[in-house]
């Protein structure tokens, strides 16, 4: 597992990646987490631009000893008996990353009660970019989301649960202020928390903003390290308690 960091940057990494131009952000979870994907990975990381995700993560909660993420097998999934509660993020708390003011959110849409691997990926397959970009209808994508305007830019918070976003739009936020649970709305395969930055708050017309997080406690050859200004890459095991 690799990560990148200020401190350790090489001339390589300035094409696709120039963390010294990347906002910094705090982590928005608490206990131990994983990358599902980063644009540490790949450029765009989600594999399109499209609504301002170029630069978008997503996070799980792992167990730290087995560094599973759910309770539940492949087989389960696969034939669509699967529960959300059967992962480590269902429910679990999501925190402001920035200090701002909460300028747009969605909190209507009920969380899918069962995954189903192929049925999921089929619907994914035949979302319409177009026709949700010209009718704004961005729940389709993002189910129930956040979006904070900062000094940094706008940062997305997507995938909450129904019934637990606190926030209204106009609140002004804190760092570390509470916002909602993870959930399973949208256009998600599994429970997990994307987050972005964004050049806009309208999501049809929005640019991915690189970002990266202030400090966090990364898992090398088996002991928890204190890193700062990290992207990670994906797989790489991320602890931060506040």
Known sequence: MVFLFEENIST???????????????FPLRGTWTAIRTPFERVPSHGCDYFGQRYAMD??????????STVGGCF???????????????NENVFSPVTGKVVAIEKNVTDKRRLNLIGDYFKSGMINTKRIADEKSYEIIAGNYIIIESDIGFVLLA????NSIAVNVGDRVFVGDYLGCVGYTGNCLIPHLHLQVMDSPELGVANGVLFKFKNIDVLC???WQ?????????????????
Do not use: M
Request: hydrophobic share 40%; glycine share 4%.
């Open 226 to 242: 204190s890193k700062r200004q990290i992207i990670p890459d994906v797989d790489l095991v991320l602890r931060y308690e506040k």
């Open 12 to 26: 390589e990494d300035f094409e696709i990646l120039d963390l010294l131009g990347a906002v910094s952000v705090e």
């Open 59 to 68: 996070f799980v909660r792992v167990n730290p000893v087995s560094g599973r």
């Open 221 to 223: 050859d088996n002991s």
């Open 159 to 162: 995938h909450l649960r129904w």
């Open 76 to 90: 389960k999934r696969l034939i669509g008996i699967q529960s959300p509660d059967d992962y480590y993020s269902w």
